[in-house]
């Protein structure tokens, strides 16, 4: 996905992958500032912890106790800090490290536009407070979302993120458990789904998906789960968490670049490698 972004954009770029023990997390991310790397991107179970190893951390990266992104920039001789990928970075003498979150923006994102959802105006229920979810569940009452139900199959989970939410978006209507009536968006945040075999995220016994206007799974492997099979099949708009993939990567290149992403050639990469397209 990457490698396709920075191709369509035409930059002398290559993205690569590490694997990093987190005991050296610090040594990793300094060594790559100090090879004049652009960025980075960090995943389980690296984000929380480079919270505290960059130098620098953006709002986004405060606002969500956790890093997915970093971007090394240099100082030119007026002071100024300029991204890595600035023709006279080579001059720059003093370097730094700024970390950036783009997971929580990404699930809106993908919400909104795949689903064609204004969260601000919706009903929802998030399935799954784990990493991803509580997030989702952070940002979904950050983004206006009025009401909002959360399920958890460990409960005192559940009701962390609800006193979350209740302190820093007091907008948001929380309430633990499944909704009475008709809700605009159901989204699933386990891992429910991932394996064959898997059982159902929700309790259809408590829930009917007739009263779901659009179902979002983060699962995006396989392409289509048990849930989403099933929302189709009585109406739901559906989709997989391929967007939120996307998305948070098209907003680290942008971060990199300082240029808008070419989201559709890196969605096409990314399906083309995961589900292997035939025009791949
Ligand atoms: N599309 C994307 O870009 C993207 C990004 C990140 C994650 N994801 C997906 O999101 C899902 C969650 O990832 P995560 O990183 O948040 O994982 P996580 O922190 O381990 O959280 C897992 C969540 O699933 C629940 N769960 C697991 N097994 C369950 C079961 N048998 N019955 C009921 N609930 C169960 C957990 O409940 P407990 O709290 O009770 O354990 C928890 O809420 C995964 O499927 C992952 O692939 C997608």
């Not at 240029?259 to 990314?270: C, G, H, K, Y």
Request: net charge negative; with cysteine.
């Amino acid at each position: 996905m990457q490698n396709s972004g920075i191709e369509a954009l035409g930059l002398d770029w290559r993205y690569l992958a590490f694997n990093v023990h987190p005991d050296s997390l610090a040594d990793a991310i300094r060594g790559a500032q100090n090879m004049h790397f652009v960025g980075l991107n960090l995943t389980v179970p690296h984000k929380q912890l480079a919270v505290g190893l960059v130098d620098e951390l953006d709002s986004s990266a405060r606002e969500w106790g956790a890093v997915n992104t970093i971007r090394f920039e240099g100082k030119d001789a007026n002071g100024d800090w300029h991204s890595l990928a600035h023709p006279d970075s080579d001059g720059f003498l003093e370097l730094r490290s700024v970390g950036y979150n783009t997971d929580a923006d990404a699930v809106v994102r993908a919400c909104e536009e795949d689903l064609e959802i204004e969260i601000a105006s919706s009903r929802i229920l998030i399935v799954g407070v784990g990493g991803a979810g509580r997030v989702a569940a952070l940002k979904v009452a950050a983004s206006g979302c009025k009401c909002l139900f959360i399920v958890n199959r460990t409960q005192s989970k559940a009701e962390s993120v609800r006193e979350e939410i209740r302190s820093r978006f007091p907008g948001c209507e929380v309430i633990i458990g499944y909704p009475e009536e008709r809700i605009d968006l159901l989204i699933n945040g386990t891992s429910l789904g991932l394996k064959d075999g898997d059982s159902l995220p929700v309790d259809l016994s408590r829930i009917s998906l007739l009263s779901v206007g659009a179902v979002y799974d983060m699962i995006y492997q396989p392409a289509e789960t048990p849930l989403l099979r099933a929302a189709k099949a009585v109406g739901c708009k559906v989709s997989n968490g391929l967007g939120m993939l996307v998305y948070q990567g098209a907003k680290a290149l942008e971060i990199w670049s300082e240029r808008e992403a070419p989201v559709a050639a890196m969605r096409l990469a990314l399906e083309a490698h995961i589900y292997g397209n035939a025009d791949e």
